[in-house]
């Protein structure tokens, strides 16, 4: 059985960092899935409280072997320059389990512009800082882990756990808010 962590939209953040990699570690994930905008905080956001992109590369790049990582649209070459695991991919699939995840930043492929999926895949992404879990389409599953460190719309900061078929949203904390059953593992 396959254990993944999913967060999205540190922009930068040193403290959202250090919270989403303790709670990766206190979860015994196997992979640290990131879903974009990582560094830098975007001409949308204001700075984040804890910004410190040097220190957020330290951090990450100490987990390199263990992070799959998708573009966002604040990513850029720079920043792959910078950090020693993959950036650039505007998206990537994950299968496990019987089925698989479309694995995106948001910001060209959404619940409103999905990407082609076969009945009973899941759309995974970040880029709205609003935490969800929707079903869509054909027998399909929209998620977003939301965003530690600006989180939007009255959401909490926040990440995403698949195990088993279900998938959990999770405060900072650890503490489960919403979940889903997926799929009979």
């Not at 974009?36 to 409280?49: E, I, K, S, T, V």
């Not at 990582?69 to 950036?87: H, K, S, Y």
Request: charged share 20%.
């Amino acid at each position: 059985m396959s254990k993944f962590f999913f967060a999205s939209d540190l922009h930068g953040d040193l403290a959202a960092t250090d919270a989403i990699l303790s709670r990766f570690e206190a979860e015994g994930a196997e992979r640290l899935i990131l879903l974009g905008d990582l560094l830098y905080h975007g001409p949308r956001n204001d700075l984040p409280a804890a910004y410190a992109p040097k220190k957020v590369i330290e951090r990450l790049s100490a987990y390199r072997d263990r992070i799959l990582a998708v573009r966002g649209n604040c990513d850029t070459e720079v920043d792959q320059m910078v950090l020693p695991f993959p950036i650039l991919a505007d998206y990537a699939f994950l299968h496990t389990d019987g089925f698989s995840m479309f694995l995106t930043h948001g910001h060209h492929f959404s619940i409103d512009c999905p990407p082609a999926l076969a009945k009973g895949d899941c759309l995974i992404s970040g880029h709205t800082h609003i935490a969800a879990i929707t079903p869509f389409g054909d027998a399909n599953l929209y998620l977003n882990p939301g965003s530690p460190s600006i989180p939007k719309e009255s959401t909490v900061p926040s990440y995403l756990i698949y195990e088993d078929g279900r998938f959990s949203l999770r405060d900072l904390s650890g503490k489960e808010y919403r979940s889903y059953q997926w799929k009979t593992v």
